[in-house]
């Protein structure tokens, strides 16, 4: 889709320009949110390792 527009040309004001504008305004969401959980995994200092220390406990407390 993005190629087609690429080879189109983008004309100001045509459906094309108005189209290409839309899909850069998703994806610039789309990498502030990834960009976001990216930074609150980092500030929060997930443990990778916490689902498998839960299974495990949870595996001892049903012994």
Same mark, same amino acid.
Do not use: W
């Given at each position: +889709? +993005? ?16 189209? =290409? ?14 960009? $976001?959980?990216?930074?609150? !995994?980092? !500030?929060? %200092?997930?443990?990778?390792? =916490?689902?498998?220390?839960? $299974?495990? +406990? %949870?595996?001892? !407390?049903?012994?």
């Amino acid at each position: +889709m +993005m190629q087609d527009l690429k080879i189109q040309g983008l004309v100001k004001g045509s459906e094309q320009a108005i189209l =290409f504008g839309q899909l850069h305004g998703v994806s610039s969401v789309l990498y502030l949110i990834t960009s $976001l959980c990216g930074l609150a !995994l980092v !500030l929060l %200092r997930v443990n990778p390792q =916490f689902s498998t220390d839960a $299974l495990s +406990m %949870r595996k001892s !407390l049903l012994k």
